[in-house]
């Protein structure tokens, strides 16, 4: 097949005696569906190279983490930066929690501002953790983003949380400022992140968020 073909699925049903198709059992519809969406729904390649934005997002969230790690010990940790460091670890997994949406923002940062990638990469980082989110548990974590702090329970995909749509709208602007050029990235350390962070939270609470999308 040539480069961006798809395979059409063969047909699978069996026939009566009298010529009719038979149903499908459940599992074998569910197991059609599977091969269906993972085959068809995306162009060939798409897959893999969201991986490779998935596999990069979790190394990165591993170095944060042992930052994080190392901050606590050191007592260099103020207190309104206190988290749970085992949920933070697994901010990027299938199942996203709190912690997902402001994770995943910081790693547009670090790929589209400290190491100045093109808007391609970055969307391409967004597209990929926006893929992964919607696919897993139904519908759960498709449509906006909720989170609830009474609950700890997330609803929606945490790509589309305000955090993560306004820094992909800086990053669209960024690439498009006036002598704006990817030549020269400066250096950010996760404390520049962190004020970042600490302004896009003041500035827009999660409180307010969960209203809006209540």
Excluded at 36 to 59: E, I, N
Excluded at 164 to 174: C, H, R, S, T, Y
């Amino acid at each position: 097949m040539g480069r961006g073909t798809m395979k059409k699925i063969s047909s699978t049903a069996k026939k009566s005696a009298k010529g009719k198709s038979t149903t499908a059992s459940a599992s074998a519809l569910i197991a059609q569906r599977e091969e269906a969406r993972w085959t068809l729904l995306k162009a060939k390649g798409t897959q893999s190279q969201y991986d490779g934005h998935l596999v990069w997002g979790r190394w990165f969230l591993a170095d944060v983490v042992e930052q994080k790690k190392t901050a606590l010990v050191n007592g260099a940790q103020a207190d309104d930066e206190l988290i749970d460091i085992d949920a933070y670890s697994h901010a990027f997994d299938d199942i996203p929690n709190k912690y997902s949406s402001s994770m995943l923002e910081l790693f547009l940062v670090q790929k589209g501002l400290t190491e100045a990638r093109s808007l391609s990469t970055t969307w391409g980082v967004f597209s990929a953790f926006n893929d992964l989110w919607k696919n897993v548990q139904g519908e759960t974590y498709q449509g906006p983003y909720h989170f609830d702090p009474a609950t700890g329970i997330v609803t929606g995909n945490p790509a589309q949380s305000a955090a993560v749509q306004d820094m992909m709208e800086v990053l669209k602007n960024n690439e498009g400022a006036e002598g704006g050029n990817r030549n020269h990235a400066s250096a950010m350390m996760i404390e520049d992140m962190r004020k970042i962070m600490a302004w896009s939270y003041k500035q827009c609470p999660d409180e307010l968020i969960s209203l809006i999308y209540s």
